[in-house]
């Protein structure tokens, strides 16, 4: 077995200690989770798609919402149907102040 003293070669050479730590004064961290790793902090804009700034604020009522499709995502229902519908509905609404684009 190698003494704590040996270098070690999965860490770039360092020297480390019996309990793992680096030698020469490096600061110790706390362990990473697994879940940061697989979920990195994003820095950026997650896409491509960037959305306006909308000017004013406009509600919906329930009663609009209710005209809308449902899609259950069965055998027999289209997605693209399903959004032709959708796309329907959202043209014969009409709300003060908003242009349908944002709709």
Do not use: W
């Amino acid at each position: 077995m190698a003494s704590g003293s040996d270098s070690n070669p999965n860490n770039g050479g360092h020297a480390t200690n019996p309990n793992g730590d680096h030698n020469g004064g490096e600061v110790n961290q706390p362990p990473r989770k697994l879940c940061d790793l697989l979920n990195p902090a994003r820095r950026t804009t997650p896409s491509c798609i960037v959305l306006p700034a909308i000017a004013g604020q406009y509600e919906i009522k329930p009663g609009n919402i209710q005209l809308l499709p449902k899609f259950h995502r069965l055998d027999s229902e289209s997605a693209c149907l399903h959004l032709r519908e959708f796309d329907e509905v959202c043209a014969i609404l009409q709300l003060q102040n908003v242009v349908p684009n944002v709709i």
